[in-house]
């Protein structure tokens, strides 16, 4: 059982480039997550997707967009990196909100803009 | 707007010693988690809280829950080395299922 699969696990980016952070899950999840991951900052909520075809910003929405494809994907796409986008970046997912349910993660995907 | 505060930050312990990590919330929230992260790695799911004076342990580890006083524990019993780890403290709302965490508490335990 995969759980929740990021790709890539490694990006390096130069100011300017743009790029797509992929994310899919086998869970049969409804809500899908994006966090980034700073030094001391915590985890950040960039967009979620309560369900298919929904999406919503989170503490940290500007100079990312979201695509809810499917159930089972949730991708994250830098359209013009800047340096302060490097970071680590976290998928996650969840069941329906009624449930005791908690997020699962991804294994992350390190970012650097150079 | 929801937010979350964990307090301490960092914490260094020595073995064999109790200690309670605290998390604040802002707002009325419908669930509240504990994660933890080892350095380097994903989080690993704790606790999932979800009702007033809620409890839940495994092993050295118990979290509860106050709805009233917005304010959730992570109290560590006896404690080893093993649990030294980053542990994080969200809370999440069933109307629009943003889930919000807290900055982290730095845990050491010294052997």
């Known amino acids: 059982n995969a759980g929740v699969t990021q790709t890539p696990k490694f990006q390096v980016l130069k100011t300017g480039q743009s790029m797509t952070l992929q994310c899919a899950q086998d869970?049969?999840?409804?809500?899908m997550y994006w966090y980034r991951q700073d030094p001391g900052m915590g985890l950040r909520l960039i967009y979620y997707?309560?369900?298919?075809?929904?999406?919503d910003k989170g503490e940290v929405p500007n100079g990312y967009n979201v695509s809810r494809l499917n159930k089972r994907e949730f991708s994250l796409r830098l359209e013009s990196a800047a340096p302060s986008q490097t970071s680590v970046y976290f998928c996650?997912?969840?069941?329906?909100?009624?449930?005791?349910?908690?997020?699962?993660f991804g294994n992350g995907t390190r970012l650097t803009v150079t | 707007e929801l937010k979350v505060e964990q307090n301490p930050l960092f914490l260094s312990m020595q073995e064999g010693k109790n200690y309670t990590i605290y998390c604040n919330y802002s707002?009325?929230?419908?669930?509240l988690y504990w994660y933890r992260q080892d350095p380097g790695k994903s989080l690993e799911s704790l606790f999932v809280?979800?009702?007033?004076?809620a409890v839940k342990q495994e092993g050295r580890l118990m979290a509860s829950l106050d709805t009233k006083a917005r304010l959730s524990t992570l109290h560590i019993t006896a404690a080893v080395h093993d649990l030294s780890a980053t542990y994080f403290c969200?809370?999440?709302?069933?109307?629009?299922?943003?889930?919000?965490f807290g900055k982290g508490t730095r845990l050491h335990i010294l052997p």
């Open positions: 707002t009325t929230s419908d669930r």
């Open positions: 997707s309560a369900s298919e075809g929904t999406t």
């Open positions: 969200a809370v999440g709302r069933n109307r629009d299922d943003k889930i919000i």
């Open positions: 996650a997912s969840s069941a329906a909100s009624s449930y005791n349910s908690p997020l699962h």
């Open positions: 809280l979800l009702s007033n004076g």
């Open positions: 869970m049969n999840h409804n809500s």
